[in-house]
Nanobody, 129 residues
Framework: QTQLVESGGGLVQPGGSLRLSCAAR????????MGWFRQVPGDEEYEAIG????????????YYPDSRLGRFIISRDIANNMIYLQMNNLNPDDSAVYYC??????????????????WGQGTQVTVSS
């Protein structure tokens, strides 16, 4: 059974940093394109943050928009079957529930929430002083 479990959310002051983790079970993160999304309460849409492609695609990591790179960094730990979202210089607008998600096997990175097959339960990030 495929399962994605996020952790690492919490309350952080403006300007602070957090690293979110996503533990994958039932799939190998090396073989799947994995994305990070966030959702603000009351909004039905999931905002794409970025995606790390399956290794065999050679596409690397993408951010939506590109300018997110630097403040948000996605990485992968193959040995522990995890992906991470490092978030820096956070501001109150970054407050949301953050989700990791996987594309179907063979899929490439995409910023559309509807193209992702498996989702975690989400982890809350609140940026406030």
């Amino acid at each position: 059974q495929t399962q994605l479990v996020e952790s690492g959310g919490g309350l952080v002051q403006p300007g602070g940093s957090l690293r979110l983790s996503c533990a994958a079970r039932g799939l190998k993160v090396a073989d799947y394109s994995m994305g990070w999304f966030r959702q603000v309460p009351g909004d039905e849409e999931y905002e794409a943050i970025g995606c790390i492609s399956r290794i065999s695609s050679g596409d690397g990591t993408m951010y939506y928009p590109d300018s997110r790179l630097g403040r948000f960094i996605i990485s992968r730990d193959i040995a522990n079957n995890m992906i991470y979202l490092q978030m820096n210089n956070l501001n109150p607008d970054d407050s949301a529930v953050y989700y990791c998600a996987s594309k179907p096997y063979g899929g490439l990175c995409d910023k559309s929430q509807y193209q992702y097959h498996y989702w975690g339960q989400g982890t809350q990030v609140t940026v406030s002083s």
